[in-house]
């Protein structure tokens, strides 16, 4: 972009109505009041220690037109309104295409960034601190849509996403959220990858979309009694791949989804691995679980879904490792991830308490030679012993994880 004039804007002056395309307006430290920017190829750029304070009404800095940039901006002091789809936000765009925000600082505030309409966006760099109470970025009605590199914490959902055609979630850091640390809904042809969704409420969440890819993010440190590390619900001919999921109550939760592949995951010290459910009045899951690593879960895999159909292949288990192995480290026989304790327990919360008893132990092992017609359809005929494989011992932390994790499931179902 080449700039045609620079309109350097001190503390209290007002913003002209009308700019024309190609100017620069720097904003020169101090305090400044919102600001309205609006028109074609225009930046809005602060200098070290300039504010933006929105006197706690409405929005920090309100952007639409075209080419828009918003660099280097920090706001405070934003209204309290914390509407879900309207709230108060550090930055609001609104029919702005191929706008961008890079380097947004905020703290406190309801929403960082709010977006609508605005395809070819982009917001990079965002540094922001919620009070739990809305979204921390979120983009409405968009497509080829790019977030990535911002660090967001403490908000209601630390990045919500509705209803995006094609574009890229990644690189981004979420820690502390008060419901999902990632949410994408209603979208189809994103890819979410490179994330970290960590220590919230909830967990992360993908759900009535298409063609989505989940790759290469960690999701982890989500306690609690509905607490997942991630959620694909309704979800349809998406891929998960390649993420790191640990210490959560659940690592994946899959509810109602349809062609969706998970591969080449790893499933660590989490309550269940995988948790299959069915939503009331809605269909049935079909998905393929291949050449993931299922390491030191209470549960390695739970369904609870007469009708499901979940295929397992080349899956690496640490609790397999009893099993006879052939040269290249799998075993010459089928392999029973998961146990009708397993059900049991998704139904009758105090069976968890038994789940490391030997009693129940050689239920599982005896399960596992000669398994009934509805476990059937859970071998993985082709299972691979893990490396790092360890006889499964009690945990305290881990039965927490397994108690609180049936919790969640029974509420899902009611």
Not at 116 to 131: D, F, S, Y
Request: net charge neutral.
């Amino acid at each position: 972009m080449w700039f045609l004039a620079a309109l350097f804007l001190l503390p209290g002056q007002p913003l002209p109505k009308a700019l024309p395309p190609g100017t620069e307006v720097v904003l020169k430290t101090g305090v400044h009041a919102a600001i309205e920017l609006k028109g074609q190829d225009l930046t809005l750029r602060a200098e070290p220690g300039a504010v933006i304070d929105a006197g706690g009404q409405g929005h920090g800095v309100v952007a639409s037109g075209e080419n828009l940039r918003l660099l280097n901006l920090t706001v405070q002091n934003t209204g309290p309104k914390a509407d879900f789809y309207e709230p108060d936000s550090a930055v609001y765009l609104v029919d702005c295409a191929h706008c961008r925000v890079e380097n947004l600082g905020a703290k406190g505030v309801v929403t960082a960034v709010r977006a609508e309409e605005t395809p070819g966006l982009l917001i990079r760099g965002v540094r922001a601190e919620g009070n739990r109470r809305g979204p921390g970025i979120t983009v409405y009605d968009a497509k080829d849509v790019t977030i990535e590199g911002n660090r967001l914490e403490n908000f209601l959902d630390n990045l919500y996403v509705e209803r995006i055609n094609g574009g890229r979630i990644q690189g981004n850091t979420l820690l502390h959220s008060y419901r999902y640390g990632l949410h994408v809904m209603f979208s189809r042809d994103v890819e979410v990858a490179h994330n970290t969704a960590a220590r919230g409420r909830v967990g992360s969440a993908v759900m009535y979309g298409r063609r989505v890819s989940v790759h290469d993010n960690r999701f982890f440190g989500h306690v609690g009694p509905l607490a997942f590390g991630l959620l694909s619900q309704e979800q349809h001919d998406s891929a998960f791949f390649g993420n790191e999921i640990f210490g959560n109550n659940v690592g994946i939760l899959v509810v109602s989804a349809q062609n969706d592949r998970f591969f080449k995951n790893t499933l660590k010290q989490n309550g269940f691995g995988v948790l299959v459910l069915r939503e009331k009045n809605k269909g049935s899951t079909a998905a393929v679980f291949e050449q993931n690593r299922f390491l030191a879960n209470v549960y390695d895999v739970a369904v609870d879904d007469p009708e499901a159909r979940i295929a397992l292949k080349d899956n690496a288990y640490d609790r397999a490792s009893r099993l006879d192995l052939d040269k290249d480290g799998v075993a010459d026989v089928p392999y029973l991830p998961s146990s009708s304790y397993a059900l049991l327990a998704s139904r009758m919360l105090d069976l968890s308490l038994f789940a490391f008893s030997p009693g129940v132990k050689l239920w599982e092992e005896a399960e596992k030679k000669v398994p009934g017609l509805r476990l059937l359809s859970l071998v993985d005929p082709r299972p691979h012993i893990l490396a790092e494989a360890a006889p499964a011992r009690f945990s305290g932390g881990l039965l927490l994880l397994a108690l609180l994790a049936l919790i969640g499931g029974l509420w899902l179902r009611s």
